[in-house]
């Protein structure tokens, strides 16, 4: 839904005007993206990020049975709430000193499997791709969609579009073609979770100590035969992704800079191996380096750790412009790691929420999400790490480590290999994601489809890994287990869209302290202490707009792009507000500085 206020008047030279999209909402929580454009030059001027929701998971957990904690932080979220409960199952898992039957493991990694399919596919295809579709286009860059319909489609071999506004129209929403298959896909992926780990999105089968599931070859065998009936659906959409993207580039030069940012990701890695895991915190950067996605921060295209620890040490939550108050003054509840090393005062094992309301002020404080960032020990810098919408950080640390070696899946330092087999229709394929030159929109969205693949290859080594040990004999999926009195524990997962921690300190066998920190409040941040601007205003701030409409009928899909790009939760309400078209005549800004016209 858009709601457009504006003056008729064409802006003169150098005015700004206000643009705003509040909400731009999912499943939960509330997005705002307020900017200043400058429609004469044609740029974002400023951003801001904000979100009007408080939740509070963090203060009602203490005090709760541990044990109920992957069932009640599982409702953070009502669409990837399954990732929350395996992230809580590992913090839990390291707290209690248990070490999972790997059976159990193997059924958590198709479960997470089946959970990346089916969201990076329903957003991919059912809402990103709305901002790509024919119709979409049409009506923001006419030029474009022409251009489209006589530009034939490199990979249409494999998908069978000829053009390129083929494909643009095979996304049109509830009647394209590829529109509609990704939600049969949706369904069936949804399904494959469904015999891991019981229901979705809330599982009912993943405890500490293992899992529910009963381990019968007809179980597995029936996630494999789903799999293989969607597998060249992934060949195609891999295929109709890269001929889409890469036209933007040729049709619209410069759009490598819609979205763009810094090279600064953080992944805290995915699919533990059976063989390694023991959820020890003293062992976690070995257990941590054999996951099948690689944990990792990558700082300017540069692989800067792949341990846990230092991941874990180094986080810092920042107030930044927050509505809170500072916890500093509090009792730590952590002084040092299990390793003896010092745990800081603002890392989430000692966070104490104190939520401050107040009138949002763009000058002072203006959102309800707090400031994540990890302290680079080499120069102090408190970086605002981004996820990349999940797959982008996912594929880049895996790819540099160069530590994945599967039949299906491998990672050669500069790219990943993803080997996927003979499906119905097409022969086996081998893709490769490549190291891109840009950490911008049109990359973010290109690596989740990658990661579909990626994750439908894993699945099938999965399964095979499995039904070995069942037919062998092994169907222990449970291990006992006491809640001790004291204890800490963390878990380390990556959730859809990108990373997610639980911290969890355990007193007098209840939950004193449990902060969870998932991806949104890493990309979705407001400016923090620093003045350091979250990704989402760092990626959108000083971009250039290649929309064709002028401020009267504008639409912000190259703003909208940027913003989905990173999946910040399901797009499906956007109200634009556009501020009467008032001249802005006093502005803070990095890139103008203050006191511009």
């Known amino acids: 839904m858009a709601i457009e206020q504006q003056e008729k ?19 939960i929580g509330n997005l705002g993206i307020y900017t200043k454009i400058d429609f004469e030059n044609q740029r974002v001027v400023e951003c801001h990020s904000t979100s009007s929701l408080f939740r509070g998971y963090s203060v009602f957990m203490k005090g709760k049975d541990p044990r109920d904690a992957g069932f009640i932080t599982s409702r953070i979220c009502g669409i990837c709430g399954d990732n929350h409960t395996t992230c809580s199952v590992y913090a839990q898992n390291m707290a209690y000193g248990i070490k999972t039957p790997k059976l159990a493991e193997w059924i958590i990694n198709l479960g997470e499997a089946a959970e990346y399919m089916f969201d990076h596919t329903l957003f991919q295809d059912n809402l990103v791709f709305v901002d790509f579709c024919e119709a979409m286009v049409k009506g923001t860059n006419p030029s474009v969609l022409r251009r489209a319909t006589t530009t034939e489609a490199p990979n249409a071999a494999i998908h069978g579009k000829r053009t390129i506004a083929d494909i643009m129209q095979a996304f049109n929403p509830f009647e394209g073609d590829a529109y509609k298959e990704a939600l049969t896909v949706s369904r069936v992926t949804r399904e494959m979770f469904c015999l891991m780990e019981g229901r979705h999105v809330h599982p009912s089968t993943i405890y500490p100590g293992g899992v529910g599931t009963m381990p019968s070859p007809s179980v597995f ?38 979205g763009r940012r810094r090279v600064l ?22 257990w941590g380096r054999a996951m099948y996605v690689t944990p990792g921060i990558v700082v300017d295209g540069e692989l800067i750790t792949t341990n846990l620890v230092d991941i874990n040490l180094g986080i810092r939550i920042l107030l930044g412009s927050s509505y809170y108050e500072d916890w500093v003054n509090e009792e730590p509840f952590v002084t040092h790691d299990p390793l003896g090393n010092p745990v800081d005062m603002r890392h989430p094992w000692n966070q104490t929420t104190l939520p401050a309301p107040q ?42 480590a160069g530590l994945v070696d599967t039949p299906y899946v491998k990672s050669t330092g500069s790219s990943v290999q993803i080997n996927l087999p003979k499906g119905p229709e097409l022969p086996e394929v081998t893709l490769e994601w490549r190291i891109p030159q840009w950490s911008n929109a049109l990359e973010r969205n290109r690596a989740r489809v990658y990661f579909v693949a990626y994750a439908a290859a894993m699945a099938v080594w999965f399964v095979e890994r499995a039904l070995e040990r069942v037919r062998g004999g092994d169907t222990k999926v449970f291990q006992d287990f006491d809640v001790p009195d004291q204890a800490i524990g963390v878990g380390f997962h990556e959730a859809v869209r990108g990373v997610l921690s639980h911290h969890l300190v355990i007193e007098k066998g209840k ?31 000083d971009m250039p707009i290649f929309e064709e409409n002028g401020p009267e009928n504008f639409k912000g899909v190259d703003i909208m792009r940027a913003v989905r790009s990173f999946d910040p939760c399901l797009p499906c309400g956007v ?18 500085g203050g006191g511009h016209d």
């Open 9 to 27: 008047a064409a802006p003169t030279k150098g005015r700004l005007v206000d643009m705003s999209w509040d909400p731009i909402t999912r499943i």
């Open 265 to 286: 990701l953080g992944c805290w890695g995915a699919f533990q191996d059976p063989e390694v895991v023991d959820y020890r915190y003293q062992t976690m950067n070995e």
């Open 511 to 541: 939950i004193a302290n449990y902060h969870p920190y998932p991806p949104t409040p890493w990309n979705g941040s407001p400016r923090d202490r620093y003045g350091t601007p979250g990704p989402y205003e760092d990626a959108v701030q």
């Open 575 to 592: 109200h634009m507000y556009v501020g009467k078209g008032r001249t802005v005549r006093k502005l803070h800004s990095p890139m103008f």
């Open 221 to 258: 065998t029936g996630y494999l035969s789903r799999l293989m009936n969607i597998i060249d659906f992934v060949k195609k959409a891999v295929a109709l992704n890269d001929d889409v993207f890469d036209f933007f580039y040729q049709a619209l030069p410069g759009y490598e800079e819609v």
């Open 359 to 400: 009138k949002r002020d763009f000058d002072g404080n203006y959102s309800w999400v707090m400031s994540p960032r990890w302290l680079d020990p080499r120069t102090g810098d408190h970086l605002a790490l981004d996820t990349g919408g999940g797959p982008f950080a996912r594929l880049y640390t895996t790819a540099l």
